[in-house]
């Protein structure tokens, strides 16, 4: 169960930041999320986040690209109408494939660029007109945020982050029907 | 860190080429068995016809072929395509009728042609290959500091190392190519360019203002000479930056690389048609040197790779880590996959229009050389695709040695699908003199790139870029 009241902790460095990361996880406190102006490198690894498996989903994604390419051109140049197109062998695709081979490049290439980024804006919930989730708009310029949720714990937790650096240290009751 | 070449590895080398050059010695022994075009009758008639491959080593099978009849109308049929291996490309010269007269060689003298060229073109092929292995690295090299790569300065010292077999493999190069002369060549027979002689060849009369004897070895000293002297300023400027107190001799490496690279992409074009697509010389490609350039490109950084795990393996580049061997096994797949792209690009362009002078060149590949020549697109390209995507796997030292082996042996067969159909035809083979000379080159690479490692420390001292790439992360 998620908690009602939340602590969020500012900073204006995203060194301090990593090195708070590091104490609060320390500490086995659970982070529930960071929010930060730019791609902060190893802040993903600091907080014990999973690696991404998008990658795997874009391979397989290409695979089935190549296999749309070679079915479809298959049933059409082969199957359907064999036709003698300035004598280019159509008896079998395996004697016409290199007249192929570009089409199916572009549809791997396709189909797993575009699933994938597809994936990715499913999985990220992302799309128009949704909500922004912004704790604080300072967070897009240039602070950051480190989101931790309070059990019975609060007093403790703001006086461990006092002494990581936190500029700003607000206690927030979470309204339950902003997720 | 000091490398001192250990025993086990001199001897394992010398063994290698004392092997080496008894394969290539029965190599010669063997194919200089057919004097005379009544030896080859001989072997044609007691040859199984199904089994080319094994031909030349089997020169008295008994065995009699019960499809012998239809066997020899292949045969007659495939001396058309081997004779444009031989510069007579069969369209052409009936365009040509008074020249037609000229192009009559029986059956049999062909194939005593192909049983000489034989041990020859073996030779070539593995020389031309660990010696595009060196030139490859030294490319590589002069990349790393035209660009002030970050990550590679570790590795500098490998690669120097590696380069040190440009001078004697070049040269190794050039000496066969000199003593083989029409056994590789075609072209260097005078009597292709003599309009008074039976073997006239117009075509290669009109190429002559490039493809002669003379050129031919001036040009290849001037390209070697270039790469040597790049290659041994290169050497000189690093190691005094090791001892110097400013940064003036890494200054001075940086716009030599610089100045190396453009003369490097136009010798190695210019050497690729000279030392390779010269041996087809009715044949003609524009993409000829980039490909020639990725093949040679990918085989150096995969050495590069081996000899950096093995190094590390030894305890004795403690300095490198995962994350290097990561780039390197990026570039083994990237470049990889250039290399097929340069490779079908010049097979698709060619097989779409299908231009009769033209398309001879795969037409003898595919017919003859199905095995090898599809063979090498997989290892090349599938192999290294599949087994390399994966960024984990990438960093296993043992998963990059197993994609770099089955790399240098694709590259390998890369550059004898470019030489041997010309010489050979159909009379080829992998056996012993093609392995003899891979061993005895390969003996010679491994004497020469690890004497010269053990010349300098392992670690280039003042690189700028040298704390940089010790703390490479990726």
Same mark, same amino acid.
């Given at each position: 169960m998620e908690a009602s009241k939340v602590i969020h902790a500012i900073y204006t460095d995203d060194d301090v930041l990593m090195s708070a990361v590091k104490k609060v996880k320390a500490e086995k406190h659970h982070i529930e999320e960071i929010y930060t102006p730019f791609p902060v490198h190893g802040l993903d690894k600091a907080m014990g986040l999973e690696p991404t498996r998008i990658a795997i989903t874009a391979f397989m994604y290409g695979c089935v690209g190549l296999t749309v390419a070679i079915t479809m051109m298959n049933f059409i140049m082969i199957k359907d109408w064999p036709q003698d197109i300035g004598g280019k062998p159509s008896f079998s695709y395996l004697e016409n494939m290199p007249a192929f081979v570009p089409i199916m490049f572009e549809l791997t290439v396709f189909f797993a660029a575009h699933l994938m980024v597809i994936t990715f804006y499913l999985r990220s919930r992302m799309w128009p007109f949704k909500k922004a989730e912004n704790p604080d708009p300072r967070t897009t310029d240039d602070h950051f945020l480190m989101e931790i949720a309070v059990h019975d714990n609060e007093d403790e937790l703001i006086s461990l982050l006092k002494g990581t650096g936190a500029v700003e240290i607000n206690s927030i009751d979470k309204d339950e029907d902003a997720h | 860190m000091e490398y001192k070449i250990s025993n086990r590895l001199r001897t394992g080398a010398i063994i290698l080429i004392a092997l080496g050059i008894l394969g290539v010695g029965y190599g010669f022994w063997d194919s200089h068995h057919y004097k005379t075009v009544d030896d080859v009758k001989e072997l044609l008639a007691s040859e199984h016809h199904g089994g080319h491959e094994e031909e030349a080593n089997n020169e008295h099978g008994t065995e009699m072929s019960h499809g012998e009849a239809s066997e020899h109308v292949k045969e007659s049929y495939n001396e058309e395509h081997a004779e444009t291996s031989h510069g007579d490309e069969h $369209?052409? !010269? =009936?365009?040509?009728?008074?020249? *037609? $007269?000229?192009? $009559?060689?029986?059956?049999?003298?062909?194939?005593?042609?192909?049983?000489?060229?034989?041990?020859? !073109?073996?030779?070539?092929?593995?020389?031309?290959?660990?010696?595009m292995i060196a030139l490859g690295v030294l490319a590589?090299?002069?990349?790393?500091?035209?660009?002030? @790569? +970050?990550?590679?300065? *570790?590795?500098?010292?490998?690669?120097?190392?590696?380069?040190?077999?440009?001078?004697? +493999?070049g040269l190794i190069v050039l000496a066969i190519a000199y003593l083989a002369g029409d056994h590789i060549f075609v072209w260097m027979n005078p009597d292709m360019v003599d309009p008074n002689s039976s073997h006239y060849d117009a075509l290669v009369a009109g190429k002559k203002g490039w493809l002669n004897k003379t050129g031919f070895i001036i040009r290849g000293l001037i390209f070697l000479g270039g790469w040597v002297a790049y290659r041994m300023i290169s050497r000189r400027l690093s190691l005094a930056q090791d001892k110097s107190d400013d940064n003036k001799n890494f200054k001075k490496l940086f716009r030599w690389s610089a100045a190396f690279l453009v003369f490097y992409?136009?010798? $190695?074009s210019m050497m690729s048609w000279d030392w390779i697509m010269s041996v087809d010389p009715h044949w003609f490609s524009t993409l000829f040197g980039w490909y020639v350039f990725a093949s040679m490109f990918v085989s150096g950084i995969t050495v590069i790779a081996l000899i950096s795990i093995y190094l590390k393996s030894k305890g004795l580049l403690e300095f490198v880590n995962d994350s290097h061997l990561h780039d390197l096994a990026k570039f083994m797949f990237g470049i990889s996959i250039f290399w097929t792209y340069l490779w079908f690009s010049q097979f698709m362009l060619i097989w779409y229009s299908n231009i009769p002078e033209e398309v001879t060149y795969f037409v003898t590949r595919i017919e003859d050389y199905k095995l090898t020549?599809?063979?090498? *697109? =997989?290892?090349?390209?599938?192999?290294?695709?599949?087994?390399?995507?994966?960024? /984990?796997?990438?960093?296993?030292?043992?998963?990059? *040695?197993?994609?770099?082996?089955?790399?240098?042996? +694709?590259?390998?067969? /890369?550059?004898?699908?470019?030489?041997?159909? @010309?010489?050979?035809? /159909?009379?080829?083979s992998i056996g012993i003199p093609e392995v003899g000379a891979i061993c005895l080159f390969a003996g010679l690479f491994m004497l020469f790139v690890f004497t010269a490692l053990s010349k300098a420390p392992l670690l280039a001292k003042r690189n700028p870029f040298i704390k940089e790439s010790e703390h490479f992360h990726y």
């Open positions: - | $369209e052409e !010269s =009936a365009s040509h009728g008074d020249e *037609v $007269e000229g192009h $009559e060689m029986s059956h049999e003298e062909h194939v005593l042609h192909q049983i000489h060229n034989r041990p020859w !073109s073996a030779l070539y092929v593995a020389a031309f290959f660990f010696f590589f090299y002069a990349i790393q500091y035209a660009a002030q @790569a +970050g990550w590679s300065p *570790v590795l500098f010292r490998v690669m120097e190392g590696i380069t040190a077999y440009v001078l004697p +493999g992409i136009y010798t $190695e020549f599809f063979g090498m *697109v =997989a290892m090349n390209f599938i192999f290294p695709l599949l087994l390399l995507m994966n960024s /984990d796997y990438k960093r296993i030292p043992w998963f990059v *040695v197993m994609a770099g082996v089955v790399i240098l042996c +694709g590259h390998y067969l /890369d550059i004898f699908n470019m030489i041997m159909p @010309a010489t050979v035809g /159909d009379r080829w």
